[in-house]
């Protein structure tokens, strides 16, 4: 498979915020967001095998893996990975943008899926199919990138019932929105949904790799 990169950090999203993981960031993309943060991903990589990946992973000593992108569900043998880091007693997190089909995904590891917003231009890619195969254990992040994406996504949150299937994240695009004013929109409307920021961005510089 095509492997952009594999590094340690502080998580820095999803309801494992602050925790220390591993990143395996498959190469390729399929969508072209507005406010993509990591677009050397759509062409650069080197293959490894999955024996490769494990090992490499295996170096850092941390129990909490994510698989990201890109779009990691692009690659087939992404599916077989996740299983095999499972069996030796890994924690796997899947980040997916929910235009792939996530079936093929191993039912013990956490999807965490992006339902792109307008403001990412790619709203119209996603499987809507996917909801149908969330899990509790999984979650649901919306990124937003000004109050018409908020009203959209809380619009998509009501119409399918998602705050009764897994945790739901509402993100605030770093430098489009500040997160006080997404803070006070989630407030006013009484939102059971977790304010999501990317915390690595705090902690270190914005468009530092690796970290």
């Known amino acids: 498979m095509k492997v952009c990169e594999i590094f340690t950090s502080i998580q820095g999203e999803s309801t494992y915020a602050g925790l220390p993981c591993v990143f395996v960031r498959i190469g390729g993309c399929n969508l072209r967001c507005t406010y993509c943060d990591t677009t050397y991903a759509y062409d650069e990589g080197r293959e490894l095998t999955s024996d490769e990946v494990v090992a490499e992973v295996l170096k850092y000593g941390v129990s909490l893996v994510e698989i990201t992108g890109g779009e990691p569900l692009l690659q087939g043998e992404v599916a077989s990975l996740i299983s095999r880091m499972l069996d030796i007693g890994l924690r796997v997190l899947i980040e997916t943008n ?90 006013n409307d009484k939102l059971q949904v977790r304010l999501n920021l990317q915390l690595h961005k705090y902690i270190y510089q914005p468009d530092q790799r690796g970290v």
């Open 98 to 187: 929910g235009s792939v089909d996530i079936g093929t995904i191993d039912q013990r590891a956490t999807v965490i899926m992006d339902i792109k917003t307008p403001g990412s231009g790619m709203s119209e890619a996603f499987k809507i199919e996917n909801l149908d195969k969330l899990k509790s254990i999984d979650e649901i992040k919306f990124v937003l990138t000004n109050k018409t994406d908020y009203d959209w996504a809380k619009d998509f949150l009501f119409r399918f019932g998602l705050s009764d299937k897994c945790a739901i994240l509402f993100s605030p695009a770093f430098g489009y929105i500040k997160p006080s004013d997404l803070a006070g929109w989630m407030l």
